[in-house]
């Protein structure tokens, strides 16, 4: 099944050149890497208690790790910057028999119309690409009103300053993989989404699980 025609009609994007290519070159190693984060991704894919029938999209699917806790009789698509990475996902996803379609694309610019989606999950791509505001509003566009979004990811506490040591970390991590001094709350307060669960998961406490809800139109 292909994913539906899109109807975003925002500005161009401004290609990420740097993770496609750092990510291009993590895609052989990738499982080895982010298999670290196995049980904080069943705990948040678990929490979201998917049911069939259910539409979901990965952004930032990588190579398909957060596949393993998806039940069957979900609809999954994935979006992933990197070719490599979104190979690897397709395979998983037939490995563990689950329907879907998974595409090559910028979390900036979805290529998806407006509502399509019943569950979003952003798991460990709003710390790494740029713009976060920008996949946020994107992510807000696809979602159906009452749609749930899951978030895991390494932030910032809010109101926290980063130290001289952060932010020198900050550089070499920046590089290397991801910000380490982003805050989640300036971009779940501009989507007005409403938050059902935050909690740590972690390292510390720099790593946080969060569900969001998109509030539904109000009847009369």
Not at 22 to 42: C, E, K, S
Not at 155 to 182: C, D, K, M, V, Y
């Amino acid at each position: 099944m292909t994913a539906p025609a899109s109807t975003n009609t925002t500005a161009p994007v401004v290609p990420d050149r740097l993770n496609r290519f750092r990510y291009a070159l993590y895609a052989p190693i990738y499982d080895r890497l982010a298999g670290l984060f196995a049980g904080q991704r069943r705990a948040a894919i678990s929490a979201l208690r998917l049911r069939p029938g259910q539409r979901v999209l990965l952004v930032g699917c990588g190579t398909g790790l957060d596949l393993e806790f998806i039940p069957s009789g979900v609809f999954v698509s994935g979006l992933d910057l990197t070719p490599g990475m979104v190979d690897r996902a397709v395979a998983r996803a037939r490995r563990h028999g689950l329907e879907g379609s998974f595409l090559v694309g910028d979390a900036r610019s979805l290529p998806f119309p407006d509502g399509c989606f019943d569950v979003v999950l952003l798991h460990l791509i709003l710390a790494v690409a740029p713009e976060p505001e920008r996949i946020v509003g994107e992510v807000d566009r696809v979602l159906v009103p009452g749609g749930t979004v899951s978030i895991f990811d390494k932030f910032l506490p809010a109101g926290q300053t980063p130290g001289l040591a952060r932010r020198l970390a900050n550089r070499i991590a920046a590089l290397a993989f991801s910000e380490l001094n982003r805050t989640v709350e300036p971009l779940v307060s501009v989507a007005g989404w409403t938050v059902r669960l935050d909690e740590p998961a972690g390292f510390r406490g720099s790593y946080r699980r969060i569900i969001a809800i998109k509030p539904a139109p109000v009847s009369r």
